[in-house]
């Protein structure tokens, strides 16, 4: 089993609804990240935070919004998404963001948008 | 821009036999590259990570080379088994600097008959 722990498992929400992804990782991790994968495609970097600062943001629309309350949390507050924005989130964390290390994902959260 | 390809889509092989995946990428060496498993509505699981300067990495059944000349690496599995039917992922780390920045290939679904 992942030791990144991803909630909800499953969101479905309106265009004008407002929710959060939860991200948790107890492995002493400075590094975390959230992706977007589509079916059939690779997983996407979307923004990268390091010591609980946004290092890489990857010119993600502005209705996704990351928050690092501290180095073991990350959350992904999502608003006025579109149906397009429907996919698999993973949530993942590295020992640092420096070159070379492993990636540790969780088990993702299935947005669907209506 | 750097362009990673994973030229088969599928494969399909028999159990017992070698499985051989192939990455190849355009422009620049990467310092890394790693080999992720990814199962049908997971998330991906790290595999195997070879450097630059390093020609051959075992773990168990599986094995990875990676060739800068030829600008491709390729993922062995030996024995393959009906387990090891998954679509597997090449990353390479793209990060400036010390900065890590892990880009996917599209995957290769590998699929082991009894």
């Known amino acids: 089993d992942t030791e990144v722990t991803q909630t909800p498992k499953h969101l479905v929400m309106g265009m004008t609804n407002k929710k959060s992804l939860k991200c948790e990782q107890h492995?002493?991790?400075?590094?975390m990240y959230w992706y977007k994968q589509k079916a059939k495609k690779p997983p996407e970097l979307m923004f990268v935070?390091?010591?609980?600062?946004?290092?890489i943001n990857e010119s993600v629309p502005s209705r996704f919004s990351p928050e690092c309350p501290n180095s073991s949390l990350l959350n992904l507050h999502l608003h006025a998404l579109q149906p397009e924005d429907s996919a698999l989130y993973l949530c993942?964390?590295?020992?640092?963001?420096?070159?070379?290390?492993?990636?540790?994902f969780g088990e993702g959260s299935w947005l669907t948008v209506v | 821009s750097q362009k990673i390809e994973q030229n088969s889509e599928a494969l399909n092989i028999q159990e017992g036999k070698t499985a051989t995946l192939t990455c190849n990428y355009t422009?620049?060496?990467?310092?890394?590259l790693q080999w992720y498993r990814q199962d049908p509505g997971r998330g991906p699981v790290f595999l195997l990570l070879?450097?630059?300067?390093?020609k051959e990495k075992r773990k168990e059944r599986l094995k990875v080379t990676f060739d800068t000349t030829l600008k491709q690496s390729l993922f062995h599995i030996t024995a393959s088994q009906p387990a090891d039917s998954a679509t597997y992922l090449c990353?390479?780390?793209?990060?400036?600097?010390?900065?890590?920045?892990?880009?996917f290939g599209k995957g290769t679904k590998l699929s082991v008959k009894p």
């Open positions: 492995m002493g991790h400075r590094a």
């Open positions: 935070y390091s010591y609980e600062k946004l290092s």
């Open positions: 070879i450097r630059e300067n390093e």
């Open positions: 990353a390479l780390d793209m990060g400036g600097g010390s900065q890590g920045n892990l880009i």
């Open positions: 993942a964390s590295s020992q640092d963001s420096g070159r070379g290390n492993t990636i540790y």
């Open positions: 422009n620049y060496s990467p310092a890394y």
